[in-house]
């Protein structure tokens, strides 16, 4: 009889990612998934730790289910991710009911590893420091439009507020035969869009000893695959986006106008604490020369609100930038001190809770400015939609996509066109979406 197995999946696309690999993984095994924790003989949580909140969520689920077992359900636990292998062993003290700790380098030997706990062992821990590799693996991919093809793993940048270094490693890029196989296969199972993964995606291929391929030979070749879909990228380092990538990426006709270039900080004082290799007029001059080059261009951005020693005019310039770039919209935090990281040590330099709270308050209030204003540039236009949902939204049937720009439309009809490219006229702007009418249907 086959197994049920339940993954909380926390974090970014690129733990996404891994749970599309893992479910692929499991279902060889004999599991297959469910949505109801209660259901599952195996409970699974994949981690994200860029901020204290996301890895306190994780353990106190973890919580939960340690209470089923202890009240004598048979159930395995697992923990994966970017807190499992920051943690390691040490999840064993705080949640003594897990059975596998499993870190963010060998999902591949996932397979293994669920044998081994299947058979009665606990407390086992597998991460290690370095990738142990790649298989041509079963992926499961959470059925829809758009499949997430991971192309970089891991970041050397050390930004020094950021832990991703730590919990992924050091930056490797996949082989391209891969990338392209694994397009390949989704578009053959009908997805119509390809997201190309990366903690920076500018630095695919710098890696390859012996070829120069880089991110615009990967899109180029992405390009030419037969049939009708879209391809993005992201995340975008500022000063490593090539000229030869953005002429790449306005040339070829399935590459949307679309770029994900965090800032993080509108001060160069504060960039610069925070390591990053650009100051406020360079990220700047690379967004203008986007701007410019790629028609209705489409840039968002992170920013962190109360970084350590970040004062308040400094703070000030993270809201001007927003508002002078006309950035069209940003994940915002605020700060949060993590483990291992160089600005985690600057304590005494720490602003306060209410004053973080606050900034953030404002930060959330200027981007909302800028999505608005963003919006309403598209009012009166046509534009194209790839429909990705149908719903019901307060009593009205509506079918949700996006535009190659990245825009959320919403758009009243009664049928499910999930999957498909349709002509829109856009006719309102709220906040965080536009509204539009279908043409031709
Ligand atoms: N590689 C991407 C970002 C990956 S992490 C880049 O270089 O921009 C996603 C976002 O989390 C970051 O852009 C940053 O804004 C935020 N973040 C990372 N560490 C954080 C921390 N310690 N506190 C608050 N936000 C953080
Ligand atoms: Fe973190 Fe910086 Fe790497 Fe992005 S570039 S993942 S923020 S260290
Ligand atoms: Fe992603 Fe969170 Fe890890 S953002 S890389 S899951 S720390």
């Known amino acids: 009889m086959r197994k049920k197995v339940f993954i909380d999946t926390m974090g970014c696309q690129m733990n996404k990612s891994d749970t599309e690999r893992m479910l692929g993984m499991l279902s060889c095994l004999g599991y297959d998934e469910t949505k109801e924790p209660k259901d599952a003989d195996l409970l699974m949580i994949n981690t994200c730790s860029i901020r204290q909140l996301s890895e306190d969520k994780a353990f106190s689920e973890l919580g939960t289910w340690g209470k089923w077992k202890r009240e004598g359900k048979d159930i395995k636990i697992v923990l ?6 920051q943690k390691q062993k040490e999840v064993f003290h705080r949640a003594p009911y897990v059975d596998l700790v499993i870190g963010t380098h060998n999902v591949y030997q996932l397979p293994d590893l669920i044998k081994r706990i299947e058979n009665g062992e606990t407390h086992v821990c597998e991460c290690p420091e370095k990738p142990y590799g790649e298989n041509d693996i079963e992926i499961k991919r959470v059925k829809g439009v758009n499949a997430w093809i991971p192309i970089t793993e891991g970041c050397n940048n050390f930004c ?26 989704a578009l053959a199972q009908g997805f119509k869009e390809i997201t190309l993964l990366g903690q920076n995606v500018d630095s695919y291929g710098k890696d390859f000893k012996d070829r120069e391929y880089r991110l615009a030979d990967l899109l180029t070749e992405l390009n030419a695959l037969e049939g009708d879909f879209w391809i993005r990228f992201v995340t975008s380092y500022p000063t490593d986006i090539t000229d030869n990538l953005i002429e790449t990426a306005v040339k070829l006709d399935k590459v949307c ?23 406020r007029e360079e990220y700047a001059q690379i967004a203008t020369k986007i701007r410019n080059l790629v028609p209705d261009v489409t840039i968002t951005s992170d920013f962190i609100a109360g970084f350590p020693g970040e004062t308040e005019e400094q ?27 160089v600005a985690a040590k600057w304590i005494d330099k720490f602003i306060p809770e209410d004053v973080k709270t606050e900034r953030l308050k404002r930060l959330n209030d200027k981007n909302k400015e800028c999505c ?5 540039k598209y009012v009166g236009r046509e534009l194209d939609v790839l429909i990705e949902n149908f719903e019901n939204h307060k009593g009205k049937n509506v079918i949700t996509g996006r535009t190659r720009n990245n825009k959320i439309v919403h758009i009243p009809y009664d049928k499910d066109l999930t999957g498909e490219f349709v002509k829109v006229k856009i006719t309102g702007a709220k906040t965080w979406y536009i509204n539009g009418e279908l043409i031709n249907k």
Request: hydrophobic share 25%; with cysteine.
């Open 315 to 341: 703070f000030q310039e993270t809201l001007t930038a927003m508002e002078e770039l006309n950035l069209d919209y940003s994940n915002t935090a605020a700060y949060s001190p993590r483990e291992k990281t």
């Open 372 to 376: 608005l204003k963003s919006n309403k």
């Open 160 to 185: 020094t507020y950021c832990i991703v270094p730590y919990t992924r490693g050091r930056e490797r890029s996949r082989a391209s035969e891969t990338i392209i196989k694994e397009a390949k296969d």
């Open 257 to 279: 106008e679309y770029f994900h270039i965090p800032m993080q900080s509108g001060s160069s004082e504060v960039l610069k604490k925070m390591n990053r290799r650009y100051n």
């Open 80 to 85: 994966c991710g970017c807190v499992a292998q």
